[in-house]
């Protein structure tokens, strides 16, 4: 008698699926090893900087491929699993899983424009970045800096000191919100 391997196939259909490690063989692992002693070769005759724009751009292409893949799998996974828990309530057969607790959805999942305290950070922080970018190139020694530097310099800065003061607000209101919630939760 043969087995029965379509059995084993639907089994294994109607069981969620989980993320598993990333897997790779012996080919890929010495294809990578041969692109980077091409790289580190060829980082051997470019300059630093050129260097490490190189790598910056290979890292973010990188990182955009590996993203792509696990946001992929992922929604692959999400899809499977949502599609066996409408099987389940069509045919009344439930599988065991773990409870799923009745909380309501936290505030932070709700669409709200940016605070004043968030522009105003980012607006004060982005005219110091400005102010701190005329100080460091105009008035340290060793920096000689045309007035088309220094214009240059100073807007450069305002854009990072708006950037982080942007980030750092953002963070700030969201820990906020968070913190506010969960005593709101527990007071109930």
Known sequence: MKPNFDAEKDNEMNQPLALQPPKFSLRT???????LAILFSLMAKISAV???GLILTIALAAAHIVATSLGSRLRGIANHNSRLESQEEYSGVKTESAPRPNIPPS???NRNPLPKSV??????????GGILGVALLGFLPNTP???AGLVFGSISFSVLGGFLGFI???????VR???????ERLSK
């Open 29 to 35: 692992l010495l294809l990578s090893v041969a692109c």
């Open 50 to 52: 050129a260097s490490l």
């Open 107 to 109: 505030s932070l999942c």
């Open 119 to 128: 522009r105003l950070t980012t607006l004060l922080c982005s005219m110091i």
């Open 145 to 147: 800096a045309n007035p």
């Open 168 to 174: 750092a607000a953002s963070f700030f209101e969201i």
């Open 177 to 183: 919100e968070a913190l506010y919630d969960a005593s």
